[in-house]
Protein backbone atom coordinates (compact mmCIF):
# COMPACT_ATOMS: atom_id res chain seq x y z
CA UNK A 1 0.00 0.00 0.00
CA UNK A 2 1.73 4.04 -0.87
CA UNK A 3 1.47 6.19 1.06
CA UNK A 4 -1.13 7.62 -0.56
CA UNK A 5 -3.92 4.94 0.54
CA UNK A 6 -2.41 5.13 4.00
CA UNK A 7 -3.78 8.50 4.07
CA UNK A 8 -6.58 7.48 2.57
CA UNK A 9 -6.99 4.66 4.79
CA UNK A 10 -6.61 6.71 7.87
CA UNK A 11 -8.75 9.54 6.80
CA UNK A 12 -11.81 7.08 6.96
CA UNK A 13 -10.42 5.04 9.96
CA UNK A 14 -10.86 8.78 12.08
CA UNK A 15 -14.38 9.50 9.70
CA UNK A 16 -15.62 6.35 10.85
CA UNK A 17 -14.31 6.17 14.68
CA UNK A 18 -16.06 9.85 14.81
CA UNK A 19 -19.67 8.76 13.29
CA UNK A 20 -19.44 6.09 15.36
CA UNK A 21 -18.66 7.42 18.74
CA UNK A 22 -21.20 9.98 18.35
CA UNK A 23 -23.92 7.04 17.63
CA UNK A 24 -22.78 5.29 20.49
CA UNK A 25 -25.53 6.99 22.81
CA UNK A 26 -28.31 5.61 20.69
CA UNK A 27 -26.80 1.76 20.85
CA UNK A 28 -26.34 2.71 24.63
CA UNK A 29 -22.91 2.36 23.88
CA UNK A 30 -22.13 5.50 26.33
CA UNK A 31 -19.20 3.90 28.11
CA UNK A 32 -17.96 3.00 24.83
CA UNK A 33 -17.48 6.39 23.03
CA UNK A 34 -14.28 7.44 24.44
CA UNK A 35 -12.70 4.08 23.25
CA UNK A 36 -13.92 4.67 19.91
CA UNK A 37 -12.04 7.68 19.49
CA UNK A 38 -9.14 6.50 20.97
CA UNK A 39 -8.97 3.40 18.58
CA UNK A 40 -9.71 5.43 15.72
CA UNK A 41 -6.84 8.04 16.56
CA UNK A 42 -3.87 6.16 17.86
CA UNK A 43 -3.25 4.08 14.56
CA UNK A 44 -2.59 7.97 13.18
CA UNK A 45 -0.75 9.52 15.98
CA UNK A 46 1.53 5.98 15.63
CA UNK A 47 2.39 6.39 11.84
CA UNK A 48 2.86 10.41 12.13
CA UNK A 49 5.17 9.67 14.96
CA UNK A 50 6.79 6.88 12.98
CA UNK A 51 6.86 9.83 9.81
CA UNK A 52 8.56 12.33 11.91
CA UNK A 53 10.99 10.49 13.39
CA UNK A 54 12.27 9.24 9.98
CA UNK A 55 12.22 12.85 8.93
CA UNK A 56 14.12 13.70 12.00
CA UNK A 57 16.68 11.32 11.22
CA UNK A 58 17.45 12.62 7.80
CA UNK A 59 17.70 16.23 9.70
CA UNK A 60 14.07 17.79 8.51
CA UNK A 61 11.39 18.94 11.39
CA UNK A 62 8.05 19.80 10.23
CA UNK A 63 4.97 21.33 11.20
CA UNK A 64 3.23 18.18 11.79
CA UNK A 65 4.64 17.37 14.89
CA UNK A 66 2.00 19.92 16.47
CA UNK A 67 0.11 17.96 15.43
CA UNK A 68 1.27 14.65 16.97
CA UNK A 69 1.46 16.41 20.12
CA UNK A 70 -2.33 17.35 20.34
CA UNK A 71 -3.87 14.33 19.39
CA UNK A 72 -1.43 12.08 21.99
CA UNK A 73 -2.30 14.56 24.49
CA UNK A 74 -5.91 14.56 23.79
CA UNK A 75 -6.29 11.11 23.91
CA UNK A 76 -3.84 10.93 27.52
CA UNK A 77 -5.75 13.47 29.03
CA UNK A 78 -9.15 11.49 28.18
CA UNK A 79 -10.24 13.89 25.66
CA UNK A 80 -10.31 11.35 22.68
CA UNK A 81 -13.56 13.41 20.98
CA UNK A 82 -10.80 16.39 20.15
CA UNK A 83 -7.72 13.91 19.58
CA UNK A 84 -10.32 12.43 16.54
CA UNK A 85 -11.34 15.72 15.27
CA UNK A 86 -7.71 17.15 14.98
CA UNK A 87 -6.80 13.74 13.29
CA UNK A 88 -9.71 14.54 10.88
CA UNK A 89 -8.19 17.99 10.37
CA UNK A 90 -4.78 15.99 9.67
CA UNK A 91 -5.99 13.70 7.66
CA UNK A 92 -8.14 15.18 5.52
CA UNK A 93 -5.35 17.81 4.92
CA UNK A 94 -3.06 15.07 3.76
CA UNK A 95 -5.52 13.44 1.41
CA UNK A 96 -6.00 17.30 -0.17
CA UNK A 97 -2.29 17.64 -1.18
CA UNK A 98 -2.01 13.81 -2.20
CA UNK A 99 -4.87 14.96 -4.80
CA UNK A 100 -3.49 17.89 -6.09
CA UNK A 101 -0.12 16.01 -6.50
CA UNK A 102 -2.13 13.33 -7.80
CA UNK A 103 -3.26 15.25 -10.21
CA UNK A 104 0.04 16.43 -11.56
CA UNK A 105 1.09 12.96 -11.98
CA UNK A 106 -2.00 12.14 -13.76
CA UNK A 107 -1.07 15.01 -15.95
CA UNK A 108 2.27 13.61 -16.47
CA UNK A 109 1.15 9.93 -17.15
CA UNK A 110 -1.60 11.14 -19.92
CA UNK A 111 1.88 12.60 -21.48
CA UNK A 112 3.50 9.67 -21.32
CA UNK A 113 1.18 7.35 -22.59
CA UNK A 114 0.64 10.02 -25.38
CA UNK A 115 3.90 9.50 -26.37
CA UNK A 116 4.45 8.17 -30.22
CA UNK A 117 5.42 4.57 -30.15
CA UNK A 118 5.70 3.51 -33.86
CA UNK A 119 7.23 5.57 -36.60
CA UNK A 120 6.23 4.73 -40.30
CA UNK A 121 10.01 5.30 -42.31
CA UNK A 122 10.46 5.04 -45.84
CA UNK A 123 13.24 2.47 -47.22
CA UNK A 124 13.46 3.18 -50.93
CA UNK A 125 10.03 2.72 -52.31
CA UNK A 126 9.13 0.99 -49.39
CA UNK A 127 6.90 2.06 -46.10
CA UNK A 128 8.31 0.20 -43.08
CA UNK A 129 7.03 0.72 -39.25
CA UNK A 130 10.15 1.48 -36.93
CA UNK A 131 10.43 1.58 -32.97
CA UNK A 132 10.53 5.56 -32.51
CA UNK A 133 13.74 4.60 -31.01
CA UNK A 134 14.92 3.54 -33.63
CA UNK A 135 14.58 6.70 -36.00
CA UNK A 136 17.38 8.67 -36.96
CA UNK A 137 18.39 12.35 -38.08
CA UNK A 138 18.01 12.38 -42.12
CA UNK A 139 15.30 9.70 -41.86
CA UNK A 140 12.26 10.20 -44.35
CA UNK A 141 9.00 9.66 -42.22
CA UNK A 142 5.26 8.83 -43.47
CA UNK A 143 2.76 10.62 -40.77
CA UNK A 144 -1.10 9.24 -41.23
CA UNK A 145 -4.23 11.60 -41.02
CA UNK A 146 -4.63 11.52 -37.15
CA UNK A 147 -1.05 10.79 -35.88
CA UNK A 148 1.13 12.00 -33.40
CA UNK A 149 4.25 13.06 -35.30
CA UNK A 150 7.31 10.82 -33.81
CA UNK A 151 9.79 13.31 -33.82
CA UNK A 152 10.91 16.76 -34.81
CA UNK A 153 11.52 17.17 -38.86
CA UNK A 154 11.28 19.22 -42.07
CA UNK A 155 8.27 18.91 -43.80
CA UNK A 156 9.07 17.72 -47.22
CA UNK A 157 5.48 17.93 -48.70
CA UNK A 158 4.34 21.89 -50.18
CA UNK A 159 2.14 22.10 -46.77
CA UNK A 160 0.47 20.37 -43.67
CA UNK A 161 -1.98 20.62 -41.23
CA UNK A 162 -0.70 20.33 -38.04
CA UNK A 163 -2.98 20.43 -34.87
CA UNK A 164 -0.38 21.54 -32.03
CA UNK A 165 -2.85 22.12 -28.89
CA UNK A 166 -0.38 19.63 -26.76
CA UNK A 167 2.48 21.78 -27.66
CA UNK A 168 1.59 25.23 -28.41
CA UNK A 169 -2.00 25.46 -26.12
CA UNK A 170 -3.31 26.90 -29.36
CA UNK A 171 -6.85 24.96 -29.96
CA UNK A 172 -6.83 25.60 -33.71
CA UNK A 173 -4.87 23.86 -36.29
CA UNK A 174 -2.19 25.41 -38.47
CA UNK A 175 -0.99 25.46 -41.55
CA UNK A 176 2.72 24.26 -42.41
CA UNK A 177 4.55 24.83 -45.15
CA UNK A 178 7.72 22.98 -47.11
CA UNK A 179 10.82 22.94 -45.24
CA UNK A 180 9.07 24.10 -41.75
CA UNK A 181 9.73 22.41 -38.64
CA UNK A 182 7.54 20.39 -36.98
CA UNK A 183 7.50 19.36 -33.50
CA UNK A 184 6.86 15.78 -32.31
CA UNK A 185 3.78 15.66 -30.23
CA UNK A 186 1.61 17.13 -32.51
CA UNK A 187 -0.90 16.26 -34.23
CA UNK A 188 -1.75 15.44 -37.96
CA UNK A 189 -5.13 17.31 -38.86
CA UNK A 190 -5.19 16.93 -42.12
CA UNK A 191 -4.03 14.36 -45.24
CA UNK A 192 -0.73 11.82 -44.87
CA UNK A 193 2.66 13.91 -45.39
CA UNK A 194 6.01 13.16 -45.97
CA UNK A 195 8.86 15.00 -43.42
CA UNK A 196 12.59 14.47 -42.71
CA UNK A 197 13.27 13.73 -39.10
CA UNK A 198 15.52 16.83 -37.55
CA UNK A 199 16.43 14.84 -34.33
CA UNK A 200 16.03 11.88 -31.92
CA UNK A 201 12.96 10.94 -30.09
CA UNK A 202 14.99 11.26 -26.93
CA UNK A 203 15.92 14.53 -28.26
CA UNK A 204 12.65 16.26 -29.81
CA UNK A 205 9.90 18.42 -28.39
CA UNK A 206 7.95 16.41 -26.56
CA UNK A 207 10.17 13.91 -24.86
CA UNK A 208 11.61 17.35 -23.86
CA UNK A 209 8.77 18.90 -22.70
CA UNK A 210 8.25 15.39 -20.46
CA UNK A 211 11.67 15.98 -18.99
CA UNK A 212 10.62 19.04 -17.89
CA UNK A 213 7.19 18.64 -15.86
CA UNK A 214 8.82 15.30 -14.48
CA UNK A 215 11.60 17.87 -13.01
CA UNK A 216 8.40 20.40 -12.06
CA UNK A 217 7.52 17.87 -9.94
CA UNK A 218 10.76 17.43 -7.81
CA UNK A 219 11.29 20.92 -7.44
CA UNK A 220 10.01 22.75 -4.16
CA UNK A 221 9.63 26.34 -3.47
CA UNK A 222 11.98 28.08 -0.58
CA UNK A 223 8.82 29.40 0.75
CA UNK A 224 7.65 26.24 1.32
CA UNK A 225 10.70 25.00 3.01
CA UNK A 226 10.90 28.05 5.27
CA UNK A 227 7.28 27.32 6.86
CA UNK A 228 8.92 24.08 7.43
CA UNK A 229 11.57 25.44 8.87
CA UNK A 230 9.59 27.76 11.27
CA UNK A 231 8.54 24.86 13.04
CA UNK A 232 11.40 25.22 14.69
CA UNK A 233 10.19 28.37 16.53
CA UNK A 234 6.22 27.44 16.28
CA UNK A 235 6.54 23.80 18.55
CA UNK A 236 8.67 25.19 21.55
CA UNK A 237 6.51 28.48 21.33
CA UNK A 238 3.06 26.47 21.58
CA UNK A 239 4.34 24.12 23.97
CA UNK A 240 5.48 27.21 26.09
CA UNK A 241 1.94 28.86 26.12
CA UNK A 242 -0.05 25.81 26.64
CA UNK A 243 2.51 24.76 29.83
CA UNK A 244 1.40 28.32 30.92
CA UNK A 245 -1.97 28.36 30.29
CA UNK A 246 -1.75 24.53 32.26
CA UNK A 247 0.71 26.16 35.41
CA UNK A 248 -1.20 29.56 35.66
CA UNK A 249 -4.63 28.05 36.15
CA UNK A 250 -4.23 24.71 36.85
CA UNK A 251 -6.24 23.02 34.39
CA UNK A 252 -4.53 20.84 31.71
CA UNK A 253 -7.27 21.05 29.76
CA UNK A 254 -6.71 24.99 28.42
CA UNK A 255 -3.29 23.16 28.07
CA UNK A 256 -4.87 20.79 25.67
CA UNK A 257 -6.74 23.55 24.01
CA UNK A 258 -4.18 25.41 23.16
CA UNK A 259 -2.27 22.69 21.74
CA UNK A 260 -5.81 21.53 19.39
CA UNK A 261 -6.06 25.34 18.27
CA UNK A 262 -2.33 25.23 17.48
CA UNK A 263 -2.14 22.70 14.94
CA UNK A 264 -1.00 24.49 12.09
CA UNK A 265 -2.29 23.44 8.94
CA UNK A 266 -2.48 26.43 7.00
CA UNK A 267 1.08 26.52 7.69
CA UNK A 268 1.19 22.96 6.72
CA UNK A 269 -1.35 23.08 3.59
CA UNK A 270 -1.80 26.92 2.71
CA UNK A 271 2.00 27.21 0.93
CA UNK A 272 2.05 23.78 -1.08
CA UNK A 273 -2.07 24.24 -2.15
CA UNK A 274 -1.26 27.95 -3.59
CA UNK A 275 2.17 26.94 -5.44
CA UNK A 276 0.85 23.92 -7.18
CA UNK A 277 -2.86 25.95 -7.95
CA UNK A 278 -0.35 28.37 -9.27
CA UNK A 279 1.85 25.98 -11.50
CA UNK A 280 -1.71 24.48 -12.95
CA UNK A 281 -2.59 28.44 -13.61
CA UNK A 282 0.15 29.12 -15.92
CA UNK A 283 0.01 25.76 -17.43
CA UNK A 284 -3.59 26.53 -18.76
CA UNK A 285 -2.00 30.06 -20.21
CA UNK A 286 0.73 27.61 -22.02
CA UNK A 287 3.43 28.50 -19.35
CA UNK A 288 5.79 25.26 -17.75
CA UNK A 289 7.22 26.68 -14.65
CA UNK A 290 9.42 24.19 -13.90
CA UNK A 291 8.10 23.52 -10.16
CA UNK A 292 7.09 25.88 -6.89
CA UNK A 293 10.76 27.02 -6.61
CA UNK A 294 10.68 28.76 -10.44
CA UNK A 295 7.29 30.28 -9.51
CA UNK A 296 8.12 31.63 -6.16
CA UNK A 297 12.01 32.98 -7.80
CA UNK A 298 10.26 34.92 -10.54
CA UNK A 299 7.83 36.58 -8.14
CA UNK A 300 10.98 38.35 -7.21
CA UNK A 301 12.10 39.22 -10.49
CA UNK A 302 12.95 42.80 -10.34
CA UNK A 303 15.14 42.80 -14.04
CA UNK A 304 13.65 41.36 -17.16
CA UNK A 305 16.74 40.98 -19.62
CA UNK A 306 15.70 40.09 -23.50
CA UNK A 307 17.57 38.22 -26.28
CA UNK A 308 16.48 40.38 -29.70
CA UNK A 309 15.85 37.79 -32.43
CA UNK A 310 12.86 35.66 -31.95
CA UNK A 311 12.19 36.81 -28.65
CA UNK A 312 11.63 41.18 -28.64
CA UNK A 313 11.62 40.29 -32.69
CA UNK A 314 9.49 37.87 -34.93
CA UNK A 315 12.88 36.34 -35.53
CA UNK A 316 11.75 36.15 -38.92
CA UNK A 317 12.32 38.63 -42.32
CA UNK A 318 9.31 40.30 -43.41
CA UNK A 319 8.79 42.34 -46.65
CA UNK A 320 8.94 45.98 -45.60
CA UNK A 321 8.78 48.28 -48.66
CA UNK A 322 9.13 47.14 -52.55
CA UNK A 323 9.15 49.53 -54.78
CA UNK A 324 10.05 49.64 -58.79
CA UNK A 325 11.28 51.15 -61.78
CA UNK A 326 7.81 52.59 -63.06
CA UNK A 327 7.16 50.98 -65.88
CA UNK A 328 7.22 47.42 -64.24
CA UNK A 329 4.01 46.11 -62.38
CA UNK A 330 5.46 45.23 -59.03
CA UNK A 331 3.94 41.80 -58.84
CA UNK A 332 5.33 40.95 -61.76
CA UNK A 333 8.67 42.34 -60.89
CA UNK A 334 8.13 39.82 -57.52
CA UNK A 335 6.81 37.19 -59.43
CA UNK A 336 9.93 36.66 -61.12
CA UNK A 337 12.04 37.35 -58.36
CA UNK A 338 10.26 34.31 -55.99
CA UNK A 339 10.93 32.31 -59.71
CA UNK A 340 14.04 32.73 -59.58
CA UNK A 341 14.34 32.09 -55.88
CA UNK A 342 12.86 28.40 -56.30
CA UNK A 343 17.13 27.50 -56.75
CA UNK A 344 18.49 29.25 -54.20
CA UNK A 345 19.44 28.07 -50.55
CA UNK A 346 19.24 30.84 -49.18
CA UNK A 347 17.33 31.50 -45.69
CA UNK A 348 14.94 34.36 -47.77
CA UNK A 349 13.64 32.77 -50.30
CA UNK A 350 11.11 30.73 -49.30
CA UNK A 351 9.46 34.04 -47.26
CA UNK A 352 9.63 35.57 -51.00
CA UNK A 353 8.41 32.25 -52.80
CA UNK A 354 5.67 31.89 -50.17
CA UNK A 355 4.73 35.88 -50.27
CA UNK A 356 4.09 35.37 -54.29
CA UNK A 357 1.93 32.12 -53.67
CA UNK A 358 -0.29 33.80 -51.05
CA UNK A 359 -0.73 36.85 -54.07
CA UNK A 360 -2.08 34.02 -56.03
CA UNK A 361 0.64 34.58 -58.63
CA UNK A 362 2.36 31.54 -60.77
CA UNK A 363 6.22 30.72 -60.32
CA UNK A 364 7.80 29.87 -63.33
CA UNK A 365 10.99 27.70 -63.77
CA UNK A 366 14.47 29.46 -63.59
CA UNK A 367 17.04 28.02 -66.12
CA UNK A 368 20.28 28.95 -66.03
CA UNK A 369 20.89 29.60 -62.45
CA UNK A 370 24.15 30.96 -60.86
CA UNK A 371 24.41 31.56 -56.90
CA UNK A 372 26.96 34.00 -55.57
CA UNK A 373 27.29 32.60 -52.35
CA UNK A 374 27.04 35.57 -49.75
CA UNK A 375 25.94 38.03 -52.65
CA UNK A 376 22.91 36.62 -54.91
CA UNK A 377 21.82 34.93 -57.17
CA UNK A 378 21.40 34.87 -61.17
CA UNK A 379 18.92 33.17 -64.00
CA UNK A 380 16.64 33.58 -66.69
CA UNK A 381 13.12 33.53 -66.02
CA UNK A 382 10.70 33.32 -68.99
CA UNK A 383 13.61 34.34 -71.19
CA UNK A 384 14.28 37.56 -69.55
CA UNK A 385 17.78 37.45 -67.17
CA UNK A 386 16.98 38.77 -63.55
CA UNK A 387 19.68 39.25 -60.78
CA UNK A 388 19.40 39.68 -57.35
CA UNK A 389 21.26 40.22 -54.21
CA UNK A 390 23.65 43.24 -52.83
CA UNK A 391 24.18 46.28 -54.55
CA UNK A 392 28.00 45.33 -55.52
CA UNK A 393 26.39 42.59 -57.05
CA UNK A 394 23.76 44.05 -59.22
CA UNK A 395 24.59 47.77 -59.59
CA UNK A 396 28.61 47.31 -59.27
CA UNK A 397 29.88 50.63 -59.25
CA UNK A 398 27.34 52.62 -60.38
CA UNK A 399 24.64 54.77 -59.02
CA UNK A 400 21.17 54.39 -57.45
CA UNK A 401 18.48 55.46 -59.83
CA UNK A 402 16.34 58.51 -58.06
CA UNK A 403 13.33 56.24 -57.75
CA UNK A 404 15.24 53.61 -55.44
CA UNK A 405 17.01 56.52 -53.23
CA UNK A 406 14.28 56.69 -50.68
CA UNK A 407 14.26 52.87 -49.99
CA UNK A 408 17.97 52.17 -50.00
CA UNK A 409 18.24 55.13 -47.13
CA UNK A 410 15.48 53.94 -45.49
CA UNK A 411 17.42 50.43 -45.21
CA UNK A 412 20.86 51.96 -44.40
CA UNK A 413 18.13 54.01 -41.23
CA UNK A 414 16.86 51.10 -40.33
CA UNK A 415 18.99 48.44 -40.34
CA UNK A 416 17.24 46.08 -42.67
CA UNK A 417 18.15 43.67 -45.37
CA UNK A 418 18.43 45.28 -48.76
CA UNK A 419 17.55 43.09 -52.06
CA UNK A 420 18.33 44.64 -55.13
CA UNK A 421 17.26 43.37 -58.70
CA UNK A 422 18.25 44.00 -61.79
CA UNK A 423 16.24 42.74 -65.29
CA UNK A 424 17.75 41.78 -68.20
CA UNK A 425 20.95 44.08 -66.97
CA UNK A 426 18.73 47.60 -65.71
CA UNK A 427 17.74 48.19 -61.66
CA UNK A 428 14.33 47.34 -61.71
CA UNK A 429 13.52 46.34 -58.18
CA UNK A 430 14.61 46.88 -54.56
CA UNK A 431 13.35 45.31 -51.84
CA UNK A 432 13.69 46.24 -47.99
CA UNK A 433 13.19 43.61 -45.48
CA UNK A 434 13.31 43.05 -41.94
CA UNK A 435 12.94 40.99 -38.65
CA UNK A 436 9.66 42.78 -37.47
CA UNK A 437 9.16 43.52 -33.81
CA UNK A 438 6.50 41.43 -32.29
CA UNK A 439 2.85 42.52 -32.08
CA UNK A 440 2.90 41.62 -28.54
CA UNK A 441 6.00 42.90 -27.40
CA UNK A 442 5.32 46.69 -26.40
CA UNK A 443 1.78 45.61 -24.36
CA UNK A 444 3.87 42.87 -22.62
CA UNK A 445 6.85 45.15 -21.49
CA UNK A 446 4.34 47.98 -20.30
CA UNK A 447 2.78 44.96 -18.44
CA UNK A 448 6.07 43.84 -16.74
CA UNK A 449 6.50 47.49 -15.47
CA UNK A 450 3.12 48.03 -14.36
CA UNK A 451 3.94 44.71 -12.15
CA UNK A 452 7.05 46.11 -10.96
CA UNK A 453 9.60 45.24 -13.32
CA UNK A 454 11.98 48.23 -12.85
CA UNK A 455 14.28 47.74 -15.80
CA UNK A 456 14.34 46.17 -18.87
CA UNK A 457 16.97 45.61 -21.10
CA UNK A 458 17.72 43.80 -24.17
CA UNK A 459 20.94 41.77 -24.60
CA UNK A 460 21.80 40.24 -28.80
CA UNK A 461 24.45 39.39 -30.80
CA UNK A 462 23.19 41.67 -33.33
CA UNK A 463 24.67 44.82 -34.56
CA UNK A 464 24.50 48.11 -32.36
CA UNK A 465 22.42 49.56 -35.27
CA UNK A 466 19.66 47.04 -35.41
CA UNK A 467 19.62 46.60 -31.96
CA UNK A 468 19.35 50.37 -31.29
CA UNK A 469 16.32 50.43 -33.89
CA UNK A 470 14.29 47.78 -31.53
CA UNK A 471 15.85 49.37 -28.23
CA UNK A 472 14.35 52.82 -29.02
CA UNK A 473 10.59 51.38 -30.72
CA UNK A 474 10.43 49.53 -27.13
CA UNK A 475 11.69 51.65 -24.90
CA UNK A 476 14.16 49.90 -23.39
CA UNK A 477 16.50 51.14 -20.61
CA UNK A 478 19.58 49.62 -21.62
CA UNK A 479 20.82 47.57 -24.65
CA UNK A 480 23.80 45.70 -24.93
CA UNK A 481 24.88 44.49 -28.93
CA UNK A 482 27.20 42.38 -30.75
CA UNK A 483 27.39 39.74 -27.52
CA UNK A 484 28.63 36.07 -27.88
CA UNK A 485 27.28 33.98 -25.78
CA UNK A 486 29.93 33.93 -22.94
CA UNK A 487 29.06 37.90 -22.85
CA UNK A 488 25.48 37.27 -22.40
CA UNK A 489 26.01 34.93 -19.72
CA UNK A 490 28.65 37.96 -18.12
CA UNK A 491 25.79 40.64 -18.70
CA UNK A 492 22.86 38.80 -17.11
CA UNK A 493 25.61 38.24 -13.76
CA UNK A 494 26.50 42.21 -13.65
CA UNK A 495 22.60 42.54 -13.74
CA UNK A 496 21.66 40.05 -10.95
CA UNK A 497 24.91 41.98 -8.93
CA UNK A 498 22.46 44.60 -8.64
CA UNK A 499 18.99 42.74 -7.99
CA UNK A 500 16.91 39.37 -9.11
CA UNK A 501 17.04 39.01 -13.11
CA UNK A 502 15.47 36.97 -15.72
CA UNK A 503 16.62 35.98 -18.77
CA UNK A 504 14.43 35.64 -21.82
CA UNK A 505 15.49 33.88 -25.01
CA UNK A 506 14.85 31.42 -27.43
CA UNK A 507 18.10 30.22 -29.04
CA UNK A 508 20.77 27.55 -28.98
CA UNK A 509 23.15 31.06 -28.11
CA UNK A 510 21.06 31.94 -24.91
CA UNK A 511 21.08 28.44 -22.93
CA UNK A 512 23.62 29.54 -20.78
CA UNK A 513 22.66 32.69 -20.09
CA UNK A 514 19.36 31.25 -19.42
CA UNK A 515 20.94 29.05 -16.90
CA UNK A 516 22.82 31.39 -15.23
CA UNK A 517 19.94 33.58 -14.23
CA UNK A 518 17.80 34.03 -11.42
CA UNK A 519 15.17 32.98 -13.49
CA UNK A 520 15.26 31.61 -17.11
CA UNK A 521 12.37 32.01 -19.56
CA UNK A 522 12.10 29.85 -22.99
CA UNK A 523 10.66 30.63 -25.64
CA UNK A 524 9.78 27.08 -26.52
CA UNK A 525 7.28 27.27 -28.92
CA UNK A 526 9.88 27.59 -31.70
CA UNK A 527 13.26 28.10 -29.78
CA UNK A 528 15.85 25.53 -29.31
CA UNK A 529 15.44 22.34 -27.41
CA UNK A 530 18.51 23.73 -25.44
CA UNK A 531 17.20 26.46 -24.24
CA UNK A 532 13.95 25.10 -22.95
CA UNK A 533 15.99 22.68 -20.48
CA UNK A 534 17.93 25.23 -19.68
CA UNK A 535 15.52 27.60 -18.42
CA UNK A 536 13.54 27.13 -15.18
CA UNK A 537 10.14 28.59 -17.32
CA UNK A 538 8.83 27.27 -20.86
CA UNK A 539 6.56 30.00 -22.55
CA UNK A 540 4.87 26.75 -25.47
CA UNK A 541 2.85 29.69 -27.11
CA UNK A 542 4.76 31.74 -29.74
CA UNK A 543 4.05 34.97 -28.25
CA UNK A 544 6.17 37.20 -25.79
CA UNK A 545 2.96 38.56 -24.07
CA UNK A 546 3.07 35.10 -21.94
CA UNK A 547 6.36 36.32 -20.22
CA UNK A 548 4.03 39.05 -18.41
CA UNK A 549 1.46 36.38 -17.92
CA UNK A 550 4.18 34.34 -15.95
CA UNK A 551 5.06 37.03 -13.76
CA UNK A 552 1.67 38.20 -12.77
CA UNK A 553 0.47 35.03 -11.94
CA UNK A 554 3.56 34.43 -9.62
CA UNK A 555 2.87 37.36 -7.97
CA UNK A 556 -0.40 36.33 -7.25
CA UNK A 557 0.29 32.97 -6.61
CA UNK A 558 2.76 34.32 -3.57
CA UNK A 559 0.56 36.82 -1.92
CA UNK A 560 -2.11 34.32 -1.80
CA UNK A 561 0.17 31.59 -0.26
CA UNK A 562 1.44 34.94 2.45
CA UNK A 563 -1.70 35.83 2.57
CA UNK A 564 -3.20 32.44 3.83
CA UNK A 565 -0.42 31.43 6.15
CA UNK A 566 -0.48 35.07 8.03
CA UNK A 567 -4.24 35.36 8.34
CA UNK A 568 -4.15 31.09 9.08
CA UNK A 569 -1.60 31.58 11.87
CA UNK A 570 -3.03 34.56 12.82
CA UNK A 571 -6.69 33.21 13.69
CA UNK A 572 -4.51 30.47 15.45
CA UNK A 573 -2.93 32.75 17.51
CA UNK A 574 -5.94 34.46 18.68
CA UNK A 575 -7.71 30.81 19.13
CA UNK A 576 -4.73 29.61 21.52
CA UNK A 577 -5.34 33.18 23.74
CA UNK A 578 -8.67 32.53 23.60
CA UNK A 579 -8.05 28.80 24.68
CA UNK A 580 -5.50 29.80 26.92
CA UNK A 581 -8.04 31.64 29.05
CA UNK A 582 -11.05 28.84 29.10
CA UNK A 583 -13.22 30.39 26.69
CA UNK A 584 -12.53 27.37 24.47
CA UNK A 585 -12.83 23.84 24.83
CA UNK A 586 -10.28 20.89 23.10
CA UNK A 587 -13.36 19.61 21.00
CA UNK A 588 -14.94 23.36 20.50
CA UNK A 589 -10.91 24.03 19.39
CA UNK A 590 -11.00 21.48 17.47
CA UNK A 591 -13.67 22.34 15.52
CA UNK A 592 -12.53 25.66 15.60
CA UNK A 593 -9.51 24.72 14.01
CA UNK A 594 -11.58 23.32 11.40
CA UNK A 595 -13.36 26.00 10.09
CA UNK A 596 -9.41 28.17 9.72
CA UNK A 597 -8.07 25.09 7.85
CA UNK A 598 -10.97 25.26 5.28
CA UNK A 599 -10.42 28.92 4.88
CA UNK A 600 -7.30 29.02 4.91
CA UNK A 601 -7.31 26.49 1.71
CA UNK A 602 -10.49 27.85 0.00
CA UNK A 603 -8.69 31.12 0.23
CA UNK A 604 -4.80 29.32 -1.33
CA UNK A 605 -7.34 27.36 -4.14
CA UNK A 606 -7.70 31.32 -5.67
CA UNK A 607 -4.47 30.75 -7.23
CA UNK A 608 -5.87 28.24 -9.62
CA UNK A 609 -8.66 30.94 -10.92
CA UNK A 610 -7.82 34.38 -10.80
CA UNK A 611 -8.19 36.64 -13.75
CA UNK A 612 -7.11 36.12 -17.27
CA UNK A 613 -4.00 37.23 -18.86
CA UNK A 614 -3.26 40.95 -18.97
CA UNK A 615 -2.00 40.61 -22.20
CA UNK A 616 -4.95 39.64 -24.82
CA UNK A 617 -4.51 38.76 -28.02
CA UNK A 618 -5.39 41.34 -30.80
CA UNK A 619 -7.29 40.25 -33.56
CA UNK A 620 -3.64 40.01 -35.85
CA UNK A 621 -2.39 37.71 -33.27
CA UNK A 622 -4.82 35.19 -33.52
CA UNK A 623 -3.98 32.58 -35.91
CA UNK A 624 0.25 31.47 -35.41
CA UNK A 625 2.21 32.78 -38.35
CA UNK A 626 5.23 30.53 -39.18
CA UNK A 627 8.39 32.51 -39.07
CA UNK A 628 11.30 32.43 -41.14
CA UNK A 629 14.74 32.52 -39.66
CA UNK A 630 16.53 35.63 -40.83
CA UNK A 631 20.04 35.84 -40.85
CA UNK A 632 21.78 39.26 -40.53
CA UNK A 633 23.30 39.66 -43.99
CA UNK A 634 23.16 41.54 -46.90
CA UNK A 635 22.26 39.24 -50.10
Known amino acids: MN?????????????????AGLLSPLLHWQAEANLIWSVATVPIIVALAVSIIRDFLIGRVGVDAIALVSMATAVA?????????????????????DYARGKAERDLKSLRDRTPRVAHKWIGEELVDIGVDDVAIGDHLLVRAGE????????????????????????????????????????????????????????????????????????????IRVADRFALFLLPFTLIVAGAAWWLSGDKIRALAVLVVAT??????????AFISGVSRAAREGILMKGSAALEALAQIRTAIFDKTGTLTEGGARLTNFETVPDIEPDEALRLLASLEQASHHVLAETLIELVRGKGLTLSHPTNVREFRGSGIEGVVDGRHIRAGSRTLVLGDGPVPGWAKAGVASAAEHSA???????????????????????????????????GISRIIMVTGDDAKAANVVAATLKLDDVLSDRTPAEKVAAVEAEQARQPSMMV??????????AAASVGVAMGARGATASSEAADVVILVDRVDRVA??????????????QSIVVGLALSGIAMIVAAFGYITPVAGALLQEVIDIAVILNALRALQGPGPKTPTPDALLRLEEPVRAQSMER
Do not use: W
Open 77 to 97: MGQPLAGVVVAIMYTGGNVLE
Open 148 to 223: LLPVDGYLLDPHASIDESTVTGEPLPVTRGSGDLLRSGTVNAGEAFRFRASAAASQSTYAGIIRMVEAAQTAKSPF
Open 549 to 562: DAFAISLRTRRIAL
Open 417 to 451: LAIYVSIDGRLSAFIQMADAIRKDAPAALKHLRAA
Open 505 to 514: GDGINDAPAL
Open 264 to 273: PCPLILAAPV
Open 3 to 19: ERNFHLAFLAIAIVGLI
